[in-house]
């Protein structure tokens, strides 16, 4: 059993920034890509940000240059700093993780329960 539990949301005024946590526990054996989706209401769930274990990252294009994901591997914990935030960022942010629970296991993708981001003034 493996769980990811998000932190961080909020509310907060255009131009402001927040830090979101992943943290995920269970049988973890290995932890490789972990990353964040978000969902505007009326629209699908979107790529943010991912991170694989060896530190090369990838961004959509709407978040690059305001938001870093980073990550601790020692705590299977990924993190996403959003800086200069935009009402068009207010959605409801998923962490997921691609982990291997047992040295002879495949990857199984694992979500977070979400958490609320919202920009307004």
């Known amino acids: 059993q493996v769980n990811l539990v998000e932190s961080g949301g909020g509310l907060v005024q255009p131009g402001g920034s927040l830090r979101l946590s992943c943290a995920a526990s269970?049988?973890?054996?290995?932890?490789?890509?972990m990353g964040w989706y978000r969902q505007a209401p009326g629209k699908q769930r979107e790529f943010v940000a991912r991170?694989?274990?060896?530190?090369?990252?990838n961004y959509t294009d709407s978040v690059k240059g305001r938001f870093t994901i980073s990550r601790d591997n020692a705590k299977n914990t990924v993190y996403l700093q959003m800086n200069s935030l935009k009402p068009e960022d207010t959605a409801v942010y998923y962490c997921?993780?691609?982990?291997?629970?047992?040295?002879?296991?495949?990857?199984?993708?694992?979500w977070g329960q979400g958490t609320q981001v919202t920009v307004s003034s």
């Open positions: 269970g049988s973890i054996f290995s932890a490789n890509v």
């Open positions: 997921y993780g691609n982990i291997r629970t047992a040295w002879n296991t495949p990857l199984h993708t694992y």
């Open positions: 991170m694989p274990t060896g530190g090369s990252t």
